[in-house]
């Protein structure tokens, strides 16, 4: 099993930048990759983007060109970055985690509101 747990959710001012970090512990030996979604209120989780331990990304096309994703793994740990935060962005972030044989994990998630 792989534990997952985000830290850096809250409040953030409209056009700032979000940045969240997600630490797995557990199984890590058998990540593969690691990333983040998000859930709007009502909504099906959506697909931010990945990155694999050796640092290939793939983001969705909506988040593509604001969004960061690193990894660091003596750290195992995944980082996000969003730029130019909208009320619109305002929603649950999740980590998640891929292992090599297809099982998936997820952080709790954390809240972002962006807001003045």
């Known amino acids: 099993q792989v534990q997952l747990v985000e830290s850096g959710g809250g409040l953030v001012q409209p056009g700032g930048s979000l940045r969240l970090s997600c630490v797995a512990s557990?199984?890590?030996?058998?990540?593969?990759?690691m990333g983040w979604h998000r859930q709007f209120p009502g909504k099906e989780r959506d697909f931010i983007g990945h990155?694999?331990?050796?640092?290939?990304?793939m983001y969705s096309e909506s988040m593509k060109g604001r969004s960061t994703i690193s990894i660091d793994n003596g750290k195992m740990t995944v980082y996000l970055q969003v730029d130019g935060m909208t009320p619109e962005d305002s929603a649950v972030y999740y980590c998640w985690a891929g292992s090599r044989v297809g099982t998936e994990f997820w952080g709790k998630g954390t809240l972002v509101t962006v807001g003045s």
């Open positions: 557990g199984s890590i030996d058998s990540i593969y990759g």
């Open positions: 990155v694999t331990r050796v640092g290939d990304t």
